[in-house]
T-cell receptor, first 113, second 114 residues
Framework: DTEVTQTPKHLVMGMTNKKSLKCEQH?????MYWYKQKAKKPPELMFV???????INESVPSRFSPECPNSSLLNLHLHALQPEDSALYLC????????????FGPGTRLLVL | AQTVTQSQPEMSVQEAETVTLSCTYD???????LFWYKQPPSRQMILVIR??????QNATENRFSVNFQKAAKSFSLKISDSQLGDAAMYFC???????????FGAGTRLTVKP
């Protein structure tokens, strides 16, 4: 089972809204990732959690706030986003840090109005 | 910093034929992993094949195989007996063995003609 699930599939929000994206995996993976993907571009790494601790933050604006409540769950809290933040947000997980293949979820398509 | 280059923005292949997608990378690290991911219109990133840099043998997964040339820093993907379902964006990716950083190439859009 290599399934990573993400909810919601689609999200439309205004610039003053607060919303959260959710990612879940039950493969026992200990590293989880958030990527942002604009249309016709490759994914860009945003955050990495390793053993539930934030290990990489790729200079992402503070309006994006990650959270890893436990080893199976990863959230991305959104607040005061800009229209240019509209993108596909992909979650991925891997067995451990540094060596293992990343498995991706289906993504959340976000539109900021 | 590591960079990944895919020089073919678009490729086309006839159904049942063979196509090769190119990828080169730049790194000073000795240990790393290389991947090909497929992203169909549904946007789900699907792992196609992976290669460990310390392995000389080229990875193979059914109709998919790679030509890994470590000295040349080249990692091409060969798709044999192409099927309509192979049509997608293909991303080459580099992952360091020393951290969680993974870098993607710009992608190659593959069209399969019936």
């Amino acid at each position: 089972d290599t399934e990573v699930t993400q909810t919601p599939k689609h999200l439309v929000m205004g610039m003053t809204n607060k919303k959260s994206l959710k990612c879940e995996q039950h493969m026992g993976h200990r590293a989880m990732y958030w990527y942002k993907q604009k249309a016709k571009k490759p994914p860009e790494l945003m955050f990495v959690y390793s053993y539930e601790k934030l290990s990489i933050n790729e200079s992402v604006p503070s309006r994006f706030s990650p959270e890893c409540p436990n080893s199976s769950l990863l959230n991305l809290h959104l607040h005061a986003l800009q229209p240019e933040d509209s993108a596909l947000y992909l979650c991925a997980s891997s067995q451990g840090p540094g060596i293992e293949t990343q498995y991706f979820g289906p993504g959340t398509r976000l539109l900021v109005l | 910093a590591q960079t990944v280059t895919q020089s073919q923005p678009e490729m086309s292949v006839q159904e049942a034929e063979t196509v090769t997608l190119s990828c080169t990378y730049d790194t000073s690290e000795s240990d790393y992993y290389l991947f090909w991911y497929k992203q169909p219109p549904s946007r789900q990133m699907i792992l196609v094949i992976r290669q460990e840099a310390y392995k000389q043998q080229n990875a193979t997964e059914n109709r998919f195989s790679v030509n890994f040339q470590k000295a040349a820093k080249s990692f091409s993907l060969k798709i044999s007996d192409s099927q309509l379902g192979d049509a997608a964006m293909y991303f080459c990716a580099y992952r360091s063995a020393y951290n969680n950083d993974m870098r993607f190439g710009a992608g190659t859009r593959l069209t399969v003609k019936p």
